[in-house]
């Protein structure tokens, strides 16, 4: 069952009245996705990023302050969440402690209609917990069955009734380490062999990452980005996701664009790619100021934005002073364009001509355009200590090595960059001994990324 939402919204009103009340907070902000028929979808993310509020607007036990739910081509947006055939497994399992594992499998079959015959419901009982394997724990009680176990439990009987849709919220997180790993592998044998849409929310990057057909990221309730788990950690599509995914998690440093080409720490370090230029340029850039003091304005700069900004009052010409010696103002009518902006620093002492004012907004225009701070991200085991054509070299002082199994890790910072964030890389086992013992090494950059500081992705 393909499941699909369009614009879906969710706000819960801020709390108080008046001057009081609080902000009202989109947990859902106009998310559009599509899951395919069959296909497990990862919804992954921060604590309080959306996800799994947009699970419970899917199950219906959430309203929508706007947007639609679709099972394939049936609106289920205002059907009640018994009506959607839908199975759901919360983060706490929800078993009936007083049921045996038969019963707990069981209980959602009594409603099935028309009904079913004890023979019936039996046979649906031996099928759904074969398939998650616990059929010799059918006449055991939850108390007696460890946490994995209990987590078997817990789906087969969501998937008891055959669902549309199966939903799965957390339901690892109380499971302990090696548990999680074999439960998950579970989980993905079981959503193939049952073949139902399953959607899958957490907050642990790694499960999403390995069972998933399909992850999405979300933040502030906003689906920032929607690929296959490798397409997104290959190709973030901006600095967020970069960051939220990866463990170590990716290295950033702070870059500049100069021309066109990329700078770090002072150094040009990417000369096989011009990069692109930033787009509009502001006319309340501080370079302007700076261009008319340099030719005879006299203003102080914050009265000078000021006025810009369309804040700044003058006292009205010929006006007398009233009683108590206050003479009458008013806000300056200021259209932000090179012609009003030439004709006021004229009045305060500028002394070039229109051309050089003009001529010195289109050099800052196209110097601003391409040059600007920027954000470059390197993964831990993106880096090589064999040069890489056209990338600089990175130079890193080693804290320590730590083995990570195959991999080792090596804890350090840039050199001569102090106070900076810790630096992570992670080489080959073999590379140990060109790096133990040593306190500095050049590294290189087989990938990259260069984010504008706003996070938006350039390259």
């Not at 099972?71 to 009506?83: A, I, L, Y």
């Not at 049921?99 to 009982?125: A, C, S």
């Not at 470059?376 to 804290?399: L, N, Q």
Request: net charge negative; charged share 30%; with cysteine.
């Amino acid at each position: 069952m393909e499941v699909r939402l369009e614009n879906l919204t969710k706000v819960f009103p801020g709390k108080g009245t008046g001057k009081n009340k609080a902000p009202d907070v989109y947990a859902v902000n106009d998310v559009t996705l599509t899951v395919e028929d069959g296909k497990l979808l990862g919804l992954l993310g921060p604590s309080g990023c959306g996800k799994s509020t947009t699970l419970y607007l899917i199950a219906g036990l959430h309203k929508p302050s706007g947007g639609k739910v679709f099972f394939g081509e049936t609106d289920m947006t205002n059907v009640p969440p018994e009506n959607r055939g839908i199975g759901l497994v919360f983060q706490n399992y929800a078993l009936y402690p007083h049921l045996t594992v038969r019963q707990n499998i069981g209980f959602p079959l009594d409603n099935v209609r028309p009904r079913l015959t004890k023979e019936e419901k039996e046979e649906v009982i031996q099928q759904v917990a074969a398939l998650v394997d616990i059929h010799n724990l059918l006449d055991r009680k939850p108390k007696e069955l460890s946490g994995g176990q209990q987590q078997r439990v817990a789906i087969a009987r969501a998937l008891s009734k055959h669902p549309k849709v199966l939903l799965l919220d957390e339901p690892l997180s109380n499971l302990d380490a090696r548990l999680r790993l074999q439960t998950r592998e579970e989980i993905r044998r079981i959503q193939r062999e049952a073949n139902v849409t399953t959607i899958f929310v957490t907050h642990d990057q790694e499960e999403a990452m390995s069972i998933s057909d399909t992850i999405v990221v979300m933040d502030h309730g906003i689906v920032q980005q929607m690929d296959a788990p490798q397409v997104v950690y290959d190709e973030p599509i901006n600095l967020f996701v970069a960051k939220f995914l990866g463990s170590p998690a990716i290295n950033i440093f702070d870059g500049e664009l100069k021309n066109g080409a990329l700078y770090i720490d002072g150094k040009k370090y990417d000369t096989g790619k011009e990069y692109a230029s930033k787009g509009e340029f502001s006319l309340l850039d501080k370079g302007i100021f700076a261009h008319a003091v340099d030719h005879g304005f006299k203003q102080l700069e914050e009265e000078y934005f000021a006025m810009l900004e369309g804040r700044a009052t003058r006292h009205v010409h010929d006006a007398e002073a009233d009683e108590e010696g206050n003479v009458p103002t008013e806000l300056v009518p200021f259209e932000l364009n090179r012609e009003s902006i030439f004709d006021y620093i004229c009045e305060h002492g500028y002394t070039g001509k229109y051309e050089d004012f003009s001529l010195a907004v289109d050099l800052l225009r196209e110097e601003k355009k391409n040059n600007r701070p920027v954000k470059v991200g390197i993964r831990p085991e993106a880096f090589s200590r064999v040069p890489v054509a056209t990338k600089g070299v990175i130079p890193v002082d080693i804290f320590f090595i730590e083995h990570k199994g195959r991999d080792i890790s090596i804890i350090g910072k840039v050199h001569g960059q102090e106070g900076k964030d810790r630096v992570r890389i992670i080489i080959p086992a073999e590379e140990r001994v060109n790096v133990i013992g040593k306190e500095k090494i050049d590294l290189y950059a087989k990938r990259f990324y260069v984010f504008e500081n706003s996070g938006t992705r350039i390259k």
